[in-house]
């Protein structure tokens, strides 16, 4: 079972988290993998909250607002477009999906390559 297909099973009747889901491999090769999307977070001093999903510890939680703050307006506004949801339907979704994909890819805390993140997305 690809990582897309276990993150939808978990946001399953989540109208908003089920769009985005689809979203998410492709926002990460956009953003440079999960070494470029730690970094977002770091840039918007929320690197402890990211690095929390690539460790094998528990996740920490990130709310819509530092998903938007950590992504940037064009980067949400385009995950929404994609997913036809407004910028903070797909905020909200991420903030819901992103800690699960990120641990998912990284379980025993180590980055993989990109190729390696398009495979696990079914991509």
Excluded: C, H, Y
């Excluded at 889901?21 to 990460?28: A, E, H, R, S, T």
């Excluded at 440079?32 to 909250?49: Q, T």
């Amino acid at each position: 079972m690809s990582v897309l297909d276990q993150l939808s099973k978990r946001v399953a009747g989540d109208g908003n988290a089920e769009k985005v889901v689809q979203k998410v491999g492709p926002l990460l090769e956009q953003v440079g993998g999960i070494d470029g999307l730690v970094k977002k977070f770091e840039s918007a001093g929320l690197g402890n909250v990211a690095k929390s999903w690539v460790s094998t510890g528990s996740n920490q939680s990130v709310s819509p607002e530092q998903v938007k703050e950590a992504l940037g307006p064009q980067q949400v506004e385009q995950v929404a477009n994609e997913a036809g949801v407004s910028t903070d339907e797909a905020a909200a979704g991420l903030s819901k999906v992103l800690p699960d994909a990120v641990d998912n890819v990284t379980p025993s805390g180590q980055v993989p390559s990109t190729g390696d993140i398009r495979a696990q997305f079914g991509g």
